[in-house]
């Protein structure tokens, strides 16, 4: 089952790259909530977590990167979100891959409620700024 389901209602930015992204994150992020509650062999949520992850920091700094060519003055703070999230899976992903640390349903819920506050927050601010 999705542990969180993109609608254009909830977190459409009405930028369309964004939107095409976020759809492609929120389809990774499942895959690894089914396959980490699901028993799956840890090889491979290790693999998935490395692509969510990697997708996760290629998706920000396409939206900064576009944020700054349009001169957006919510950059800096939109940043920081960025960056303190990136931390947390950074050290996720550290520790899973020493052995110290699984992929959880809490870890799963805590990514969804982050995205669950940050696109409306966050992502959906920008778009006057980006489709100027």
């Known amino acids: 089952m999705a542990l969180i389901t993109w609608t254009a209602e909830q977190f459409g ?16 992020l499942n895959k690894l909530y089914d396959l980490a509650t699901g028993g799956a062999a840890r090889s491979a949520i290790g693999a998935q977590l490395d692509d969510l992850i990697n997708y996760v920091v290629g998706h920000f700094a396409h939206e900064e990167k576009e944020m700054q060519a349009k001169g957006y003055a919510g950059l800096a ?27 959880t349903e809490e870890v799963g819920q805590m990514v969804k409620g982050w995205l669950d506050s940050h696109i409306p927050a966050f992502d959906k601010s920008y778009a006057g700024a980006l489709n100027s």
């Open 13 to 28: 930015t009405n930028v369309a790259f964004a939107d095409e992204e976020h759809q492609i994150l929120f389809g990774k």
């Open 77 to 103: 703070a939109h940043k920081a979100e960025h960056d303190a999230l990136v931390g947390i899976c950074a050290d996720l992903q550290k520790k899973f891959q020493a052995g110290d640390a699984e992929v």
